[in-house]
C-alpha cells in the first residue's frame, strides 16, 4: 500500500458496522470512557452497502476485525492490538481499494481512527464473511466459518416500546465518525479463535453504527 494520499482517486462508502465487545452494556468506549475492566477487545465489523473507489465498485462487501486495546481508545491508552479479514468475494482492485480505505492511506475517518488507535497489526487474511443485518436492526450477525461469530438481537426493557430500538445520537466515542446513529444491542454469540484472539463470552455490549464516508479529503 504506497499510493500517497494525493494520488487517491475521489470515493465514498456507506453502510452498516457493528461490533460485539466484553464490556458491559453500554461499552463505555462509545462515551468516550475507560472500558468497564479496564481493556477492551471484540469483533468490528463493516458492511458496505454502496461505495467506490475511483471507477471500482465495492457495493456489499464486508470487512471484519478482530481487535485489542488496554485504557481509554480516546485517551492514553497502549497493547493495541489488530487482524483484519477481507471479503473473499472481492477481485484484486476491490481489495487493494478496501486496502487503502480501511487502512487510512485514503484520508477522511478511517485515517483518524487509526492514528487514535494505532494498533500492532497481527495479521491480515482473505475470507468468506457472512454478514446478516435486519432491515428493523432487531438484530445483526456476522461470521467467518471456523473463526469468528458475532451476534446480538436489539437491547429492550420493560419501558421500551414494541418494535422501538434504543439508541444514541452525538456519541462522544463514535466508532465511525461523527453526525451517526447508534443502536444498542446484547450479544448473544461472541467468539474469535485467529491471529492470536481468543474468546468465547456472551451477553455483553454490542452496538450497530452506520457509516458514510468519502475522501480522499
Known amino acids: 500500500m504506497t499510493e500517497s494520499v494525493t494520488t487517491v482517486p475521489a470515493w465514498h462508502v456507506a453502510g452498516d458496522w457493528f ?8 461499552c463505555p468506549c462509545s462515551f468516550a470512557q475507560p472500558p468497564t475492566y479496564g481493556d477492551c477487545e471484540g ?3 463493516w458492511h458496505i452497502r454502496e461505495g467506490h473507489y475511483g471507477d471500482v465498485r465495492l457495493d456489499g462487501l464486508n470487512v471484519l ?18 487482524a483484519v479479514f477481507l471479503d473473499e468475494r472481492a477481485d484484486d482492485a476491490q481489495r487493494a481499494a478496501m486496502e487503502m480505505i480501511f487502512g487510512g492511506q485514503a484520508g477522511s475517518w478511517p485515517a483518524e481512527l487509526v492514528a487514535i488507535l494505532g494498533p500492532e497489526m497481527r495479521g491480515m487474511a482473505v475470507a468468506p464473511i457472512e454478514v446478516e443485518i435486519d432491515g428493523d436492526l432487531g438484530s445483526w450477525r456476522a461470521a467467518i466459518p471456523g473463526k469468528v461469530e458475532a451476534r446480538a438481537e436489539a437491547l429492550t426493557g ?12 452525538n456519541l462522544p466515542g463514535s466508532e465511525t465518525g461523527p453526525g451517526q446513529v ?3 444491542g446484547r450479544a448473544t454469540t461472541d467468539r474469535a479463535d485467529a491471529f492470536g484472539f481468543t474468546w468465547s463470552r456472551e451477553g455483553r455490549s454490542s452496538k450497530h453504527i452506520t457509516f458514510d464516508w468519502a475522501g480522499p479529503e
Open 43 to 45: 469483533v468490528l465489523v
Open 65 to 82: 476485525m478482530l481487535a485489542s486495546f488496554v485504557g481509554n481508545v480516546w485517551g492514553e491508552h497502549s497493547d493495541a492490538y489488530a
Open 19 to 26: 461490533d460485539t465487545c466484553k464490556c458491559d452494556i453500554p
Open 158 to 169: 420493560p419501558t421500551t416500546p414494541d418494535g422501538a430500538r434504543v439508541q444514541t445520537t
Open 182 to 184: 447508534a443502536t444498542w
